[in-house]
């Protein structure tokens, strides 16, 4: 009974992860990355950056979420630029040269087409869930 | 005990020393980044401690399992060969990805921040060590006691999440950022609730021999138990990408099936009262003694879990220090716990008196409490930036992290507390396997 239960939960586990593969994504607004995006993405694995800052808010809460720092008012790619070229007291320069930063900047104005990081507080509704709108 | 299994143990507790050192290091680094950035920056300590706590609870969960496993499971001559090659390239694995965070080389994936060619050795290490449990597939003991279905679920699907955990390699699982988020979480969350399996049945079977009490691992109620939390170890992950515009029923299944723990949680409080009564009668048995205090920490954690499980908490919660007081809490309070709890039942450190004894009692009672202190300054500092930014709207980081940062400064003098207290515990028991 009990190895037929447990059979049961790998078919499971096996079918709803297929399902995630191919369905969870709900639009894929962003967009497939090209190669300088792949190539910011890239910079922002080997220099570690989500150690300290989130995307959707995953990763490390030293810094600031930087999933949509690309179209928050008075920031934009050229806050970006500047931010990574000097660094910060908080934060090290990297020492990236012109085509890692600008890369990594595409990386991040990629992430922040895929949605919004904050959830409205109008989206919840009765269940306690909440829909996200794209 | 082999002298393989014997090194085994001394690498699981030096794991645990690295994490306590490099998780004080790292909390200092981040309430006073001018004084480290230089030299030892947040993004290069928090790795090392991250790593070092992960491969400490597995370490020490596998450790476990590969001595208690001679007595539940059949042997067979190849078996030892297979734990041999585990433990010597388990070593050698981690220490190259120590050494790679030594020289700032980072693979940046949340949890596995190492390159990931390096995922590579630790998949061969983890298949050697699945032969070495289960070849032959058979146990001398019928019915199989559960804490071997646990075992057995928890080792099995940790391959499972750490296969999916890599997939990212693959060209395909990147062209869309909300696939390729969603997947990674998956993992991650499946593979806490493996190595929980694993660390759960250690801590059924230590109170099973403990107790004497052998109808604990066959009885109707723990079933359901195990088979809750192995539903939940497949879908209730959810809750970590939330806000992640993936499809709409990713977060509603996870939400439902999360809510199952609430049957946990009820039993858990029914009982409280037998459980305070153990832990009295428990407080001369130093193993069953940390088994029984991790129980008090499930509670706590599990209601942190269940609320955070509720999207319209979690909109609140996630991306605050609440989810790090959760991670702290399970890691320290019941996975740290329990695992203290087995090497002390292995190395049997209850025919120990005087010194050792006092030692053990000494950095138990400073690591609990400094532990209550660390876990509630970070639900504080959590609560406070999840208001100033979700309920006051406030723009600007530095904003919103000023008085939250005082609150840390806190739970960083705290955390030198839990890594005294438990460092004692570590350094009583690399004496208990000296004299062995």
Redesign the interface.
Known sequence: M?VR??IG?VI??FA??LL??F????????G??DAVV?DG?HT?????????H????????????LTNIAS??GKGQVYMDVFIRKGT????DFHLNDSEISHLVRFLV??DK??????P?GA?NWS?????D? | MSPFLKLYFRFALLLLLVTLVFGVLAAWA?VM??LF??YF????L??FHVSAAIFWIITGASAGILYYKREVLSHHPLKTKYKQVFIILWILSILAIFFCYSF???????YW?FPSVLSIPLLICWLAFMASYFLPVRSPIHP?PQYV?MWS?GIF?FL?TFI?QNLWNIPW???????E???Q??ANGAMVGAWNQMIYGTSLYIMVKISGDESMAHSRKS?MFY?IG??NL??NWGH?????????W????S?IVSMTEWVVFISIMRDFRKRVDEYKKALNFVSYRFVVASEFWVMANLLLALLMS????N?YT????IT?AHAMGTTIGINTMILLGSLGYILNVDKYTGGVRNLINKGYNIGQYSLVVFWVALIVAGLLKGYR??VLDI?D?QTIMQPVNSILTVAAVAGIGVAIGFGLIVFSYFKVLNDR
Request: charged share 15%; proline share 7%.
């Open positions: 009990i239960i447990w939960f499971v586990f709803y992860s995630i593969y369905q969870a994504d709900d639009g894929n607004l962003e497939k990355p792949l993405w922002w694995q080997s220099k570690n950056c989500q150690a300290c989130q995307l959707y808010g995953l990763g490390g809460y030293m810094g600031p979420d928050a008012p007291a908080k934060m090290p990629w992430v895929s949605g919004k990081s904050r959830v507080g919840v306690g869930s909440y829909s996200l794209h | 981040f980044p001018e950035s230089r920056p947040f993004y290069q928090r790795p700032r080389i980072f693979g940046g994936r949340e921040e199989i279905w679920t699907f499972l999916e699982f990147r062209e869309s950022y909300v696939r988020l969603t997947i979480w998956k079933y088979f192995f539903a497949m879908l970590h990408i939330y806000n992640v515009p993936s499809a709409g990713v977060r509603n299944v939400y509720i999207p319209a908490v909109r996630h991306g605050t220090h790090v930014t979700a723009p980081f």
